[in-house]
């Protein structure tokens, strides 16, 4: 499947996605903790505290492996941007109808209670089924569950040559949405941009976000 290009797109920089590879993965979880780093919600979920950051760093990066591996055993689509060799964008993607959640959720319990603790793991958990229950509203949705650029090359289209990619794979597997849950108002426009509605506002920890879903054209 890597080697099959989803989107083109012209840019100064010549640029590639594509499904990953087990391999790419190793490099997807880099992207995505540097990106997920000042997280707010994940933050909040997983403890964030200035004297003791390693701790914060080491949850955060299994929740990362593990959100990777989960993917890539269900056969979920993990969508990555290329330039050269090099992985500047991932984006991991929930098919549409798939029981893939409810699998997560004892895989979940199983590490996460061990390696991150019990409260952290029913907030992940929470999370994850009122995310579920509001895309689910939305017949035939697939969900992207995580996206990231790489914070060094952000500002350069690359988060939209992202977009178009997920596009791709929507019309590829015949579904009539993509929903994406967003807590950072400054993201809010890239994806109003390329066709994605505000829909409902969802609260966790303290911390705000709102579905935005993109219905097929």
Known sequence: MADETLAT???????????????????????????????????????????????????LRLLIREELASFWQTHQHIIGVFAGDNLLAVSCVQKANDALAADRVWHWRLKLMLNTGVLSTNQLIEKEKAIHQAVASFANCCFISLFAVDPHVQHQGIGRYLLRAIDDVVKSDGVHASAVFITRERFHDLFISEGYQGETDLTFTKVSGKLFVKQKG
Request: net charge negative.
């Open 9 to 59: 797109l012209a840019l100064d920089t010549e640029l590639k996605a594509s499904y990953l590879t087990a391999e790419d993965c190793k490099i997807a979880a880099s992207v995505l903790y540097q990106a997920y780093h000042d997280d707010e919600l994940f933050q909040q979920i997983l403890g964030y505290d200035k004297a003791n950051k390693g701790a914060y760093e080491k949850k």
